[in-house]
């Protein structure tokens, strides 16, 4: 079983910044995809951006430039650098944990980022 818990989520002002961590515990395979989605009100569930465990990224059009996904396997962490921040970046952010074959996936329980105008 795998335990996902995110941090950093928050208020901040357009153009601002934030950084979300994901620190996962329990049995985590360096393997395993880490990815970031994001939920809001009355929309689908949408990914922000992930990392494989060879350290590839797939990153959304709408954040590329803006967004940052890394991760640390010494620490089972995946962290997201969001800088200049929107509106449209409000919603609640999700950490993800999936074996490269899809046979397994978890997720954490979120953190809501408010961005104001």
């Known amino acids: 079983q795998v335990h996902l818990a995110e941090s950093g989520g928050g208020l901040v002002q357009a153009g601002g910044s934030l950084r979300l961590s994901c620190v996962a515990s329990?049995?985590?395979?360096?393997?395993?995809?880490m990815g970031w989605y994001r939920q809001a009100p009355g929309k689908q569930r949408d990914l922000v951006a992930s990392i494989s465990g060879g350290g590839n990224t797939n990153v959304a059009d709408s954040v590329r430039g803006r967004f940052t996904i890394s991760r640390d396997n010494a620490k089972n962490t995946v962290t997201l650098q969001m800088n200049s921040l929107k509106p449209e970046d409000t919603a609640v952010y999700y950490c993800r944990d999936s074996s490269p074959d899809g046979i397994y996936s978890y997720w954490g329980q979120g953190t809501q980022v408010t961005v104001s105008s």
């Open positions: 329990g049995t985590i395979f360096a393997i395993d995809t």
